[in-house]
Nanobody, 114 residues
Framework: QVQLVETGGGLVQPGGSLRISCAAS????????MAWYRQIPGEQRELVAK??????ATYVDSVKGRFTISREAKNSLYLQMNNLKPDDTAVYYC?????????WGQGTQVTVSS
């Protein structure tokens, strides 16, 4: 059973930076793909960025050039968020898929406000 635990959310002013982390446990070996999603109340969960075990990363257009996804220590996932905007306010979720099972973390709140 894979468990994902996010940390590092919080309140930041527009233009500021924040780094959120995800620690995966309960699996032997390297997860093939890990991803960050975000969700605003009343809206669908949106894929923000994903990264393969070889380090290939893709991003949603709205965060390109501002966010950087990375992996360390095999199954630790990070999202460095720079030049944050109020529209980035959401609950951010760590995600991975193993076989046919999708796993989610509990989410971490990121609020961008002055």
């Amino acid at each position: 059973q894979v468990q994902l635990v996010e940390t590092g959310g919080g309140l930041v002013q527009p233009g500021g930076s924040l780094r959120i982390s995800c620690a995966a446990s309960g699996i032997i070996g390297t997860l093939r793909v890990m991803a960050w999603y975000r969700q605003i109340p009343g809206e669908q969960r949106e894929l923000v960025a994903k990264i393969t075990k070889s380090g290939e990363a893709t991003y949603v257009d709205s965060v390109k050039g501002r966010f950087t996804i990375s992996r360390e220590a095999k199954n630790s996932l990070y999202l460095q968020m720079n030049n944050l905007k109020p529209d980035d306010t959401a609950v951010y979720y760590c995600n991975t898929v193993v076989g046919t099972t999708t796993y989610w973390g509990q989410g971490t709140q990121v609020t961008v406000s002055s």
